[in-house]
Each structure stands twice: as C-alpha cells, then as structure tokens.
C-alpha cells in the first residue's frame, strides 16, 4: 500500500471526522463521506486520493462509538490510518469495517510525504525521508479480518470467526 500523508494531531474525535449535525444522513453514506474531517481540513474529501493514509497523534477516534467514522473514512479512498493510539472501540470499528489502524510513532511524518505500508512486515517505509518506521505487527487473524473487507464478510466467508490462520 502507497500513497500520501495527511496529517492530524492528538486527540481526533469521531465528530471530527463525521460532524454530528450530519448524522441524519448516517443511511446515505455516499453523502455523509463528503464532509469527513470538514472543520480540520475543509474540503477534504475533494483533496484525498485513493491510497493515501491518514496520520495522527495520541487518542484518534476519541468521543462517540460512531461506526461511520471508520466506514467514511474508508469510503473516501483512505487505505490505513496511522496514530500514536487509538480510543478502543474506533480501533474495533476500523477493523469490522476493513480499515488498518496501525499503532506507531508518527513524529517521523509530515503532511504530503509519499509513504508505503508492509503491514504482513511490521514496516513503513517512507520514501520522502528514506526511512523505515517499525510498528508491532498486526496478529494474522486480523490481518485476515481486513483481508476479508471486514468483520461481516470474515463470518459470511467462514460461518464464524476464524481464529486459526
């Protein structure tokens, strides 16, 4: 995975990235993907491109157990978001829905950076500083959630979850 860096800081809420007036469109999602991160970043959904990543520092997804957090932000072509934590049930969400949240130090990125994920290796390299970030790598099973575009699709695919892989 390869693509460009945008980046925020500590303590991103799930209102920052789906503003709360908007969840009366939570049953069109197409629609509420336009406005993911629209007081940080405005117009932001016209901005990102299919494959970039979003970078973030303590806490991201912080606030409400929104799941169209994690679904907007995958909508909107954002292939893993990187941060130096994340509020647990964000973490889940991104998860369910086939989003890489990927624990790591993000100091080490600026906004705009060209960045590749080996996420099977542990490893981001990015490519504007010639540099190799290390992070723990993600457990196979949920590698193979991802794998599998989500929670829902693994349990159609296996009739449960599958914890031997």
């Known amino acids: 995975m390869r693509g460009k860096v945008w980046k925020f800081g500590d303590a ?16 069109n999602l197409p629609e509420l993907a336009k406005h993911i991160f629209e007081y940080e970043k405005p117009n932001f959904s016209g901005m990102v491109s299919p494959g970039d990543f979003i970078v973030a520092g303590h806490n991201f997804g912080q606030g409400s157990s929104r799941e169209h957090a994690a679904i907007v932000i995958k909508m909107n072509g954002i292939q893993a978001v990187f941060a130096k934590s ?80």
């Not at 789906?18 to 939570?26: A, D, E, F, N, S």
């Not at 992070?135 to 590698?143: H, N």
């Open 12 to 27: 991103i809420s799930t209102d920052h990235v789906i503003p709360g007036r908007y969840m009366y469109l939570r049953s």
């Open 86 to 165: 994340f509020a647990r049930i964000f973490y889940r969400n991104c998860f369910n829905n086939g989003l890489p949240a990927v624990i790591c130090d993000t100091e080490k990125f600026s906004e705009g950076e060209e960045i590749e994920l080996f996420l099977d290796q542990g490893k981001i390299v990015n490519h504007s500083r010639n540099e190799t970030i290390s992070f723990i790598s993600i457990p196979p099973v949920m590698r193979q959630i991802l794998n599998d575009g989500g929670l829902v699709e693994h349990v159609k695919k296996y009739g449960d979850i599958k914890l031997d892989l």
